[in-house]
């Protein structure tokens, strides 16, 4: 545990987080990058498609709106759900709509 000295190697030393923490904290570093690239790419294949920005801003307010409505419930979801779980299921579903996303755009089924 965090905070607890090692026996035997010295008084006071602490130990380190576990390798997982790194992991999962990477994992997320890199999916959290991977969402500003979706979001930039987003914006360029609304602007290329429609030549406006204004679709993509009222696209970002309601996702905005959305997320503060069902944030609090999604929270005291996830407090009651196993974090890892959770993650997984998660990361797999964002993967899942990123797929169909790319799919649609590549496919111009996405735009009328």
Not at 9 to 34: E, I, K, N
Not at 84 to 96: C, D, G, Y
């Amino acid at each position: 545990m965090l905070g607890r000295t090692e026996r035997g190697r010295g008084h006071g030393r602490r130990r380190g987080l576990p390798g997982r923490f790194y992991v999962v904290t990477l994992g997320r570093a890199v999916s959290a990058l991977g969402d500003g690239f979706g979001r930039m790419a987003r914006l360029w294949v609304f602007v290329a498609q429609r030549g406006e920005t204004g679709v993509y801003a009222l696209a970002a307010a309601v996702a905005g709106v959305v997320g503060v409505v069902v944030g609090p419930v999604a929270g005291a979801v996830a407090d009651r759900t196993d974090r890892r779980s959770l993650l997984l299921a998660t990361e797999a579903a964002r993967t899942i709509l990123w797929s169909a996303t790319a799919c649609l755009v590549v496919t111009a089924q996405g735009f009328p």
